[in-house]
């Protein structure tokens, strides 16, 4: 069984930083993309970063030179380090296995298992 377990989120005031963990199990997590995506209250989901099997990696324009993500192969795990978070970061966040091409990275219709969400606020 496909399991996508997302966690780190929590509330952290604008200009902080938190780093999210997606741990993987039930497939053969080398072989895949992991993609973050995320919905604030009212809003569509959307494609915030995503890591290729071998390494390449996406941002969505509003988190580039923020946010970093990162995957250890050892240990199932991908990572997404936030940093000078702002209020509009404010979302439940979630990731993703899928097979992406390089021009549908951050679409969700490219992702066929997520995990539950992690919340985070980016608020004082």
């Known amino acids: 069984e496909v399991q996508l377990q997302a966690s780190g989120g929590g509330l952290v005031q604008p200009g902080g930083s938190l780093r999210l963990s997606c741990a993987a199990s039930g497939f053969k997590f080398n072989d895949y993309a992991i993609g973050w995506f995320r919905q604030a209250p009212g809003k569509e989901r959307e494609g915030v970063s995503c890591i290729s099997a071998g390494g390449i990696t996406y941002y969505t324009d509003s988190v580039k030179g923020r946010f970093t993500i990162s995957r250890d192969n050892a240990k199932n795990t991908v990572y997404l380090q936030m940093d000078s978070l702002k209020p509009e970061d404010t979302a439940v966040y979630y990731c993703?296995?899928?097979?992406?091409?390089?021009?549908?990275?951050?679409?969700?219709?490219?992702?066929?298992?997520w995990g539950q969400g992690t919340l985070v606020t980016v608020s004082n």
């Open positions: 993703a296995k899928g097979e992406p091409t390089i021009w549908t990275a951050l679409s969700l219709d490219s992702y066929h298992d």
